[in-house]
């Protein structure tokens, strides 16, 4: 894997590979995954939204720490709740208070906002009272 910067691969084909990485990162937006920096021993994926049903099936990722970047709007945390369905160690990366709170210039309203129980997000993935 070293020296990879980009690979697409079919669903099917991922689940059966066993890749040696300690960390993966998955992305919601593609411009994140382009400009994701290097981390020694770890891999990011593109997840581009729901979906999770292959990356489930690639055992190797159950042992692997595991790390969600979305928006921080009502379908980052569905997307991040729907992860977790498949891979329950799945933990969030930048979808907090503190970092919500910190780009309040760029805040704005949901159009259509997802209305749906979460029942898998953790107290430091829930964002109150903002």
């Avoid at 990722?61 to 970047?69: D, G, I, S, T």
């Avoid at 930048?94 to 309203?109: I, N, Q, S, V």
Wanted: charged share 20%; with cysteine; proline share 6%.
């Amino acid at each position: 894997m070293q020296g990879l910067t980009d690979l697409s691969v079919p669903a099917d084909e991922f689940g059966c590979i066993s890749l040696p990485v300690q960390r993966v990162f998955m992305t919601e937006n593609e411009i994140n995954y382009l400009a994701f920096p290097p981390v020694a021993g770890s891999m990011v994926i593109f997840g581009g939204g729901y979906g999770f049903e292959a990356l489930a099936q690639a055992a190797w990722l159950h042992h692997c720490a595991l790390f969600y970047w979305g928006d921080i709007d009502t379908d980052g945390f569905a997307i991040l709740d729907s992860l977790r369905g498949y891979l329950p160690h799945a933990r969030s990366l930048l979808m907090d208070r503190a970092t919500l709170l910190a780009h309040r210039p760029l805040w704005g309203r949901e159009a259509s906002p997802t209305r749906r129980a979460l029942s898998r997000l953790r107290p430091e993935d829930v964002l109150t009272d903002a």
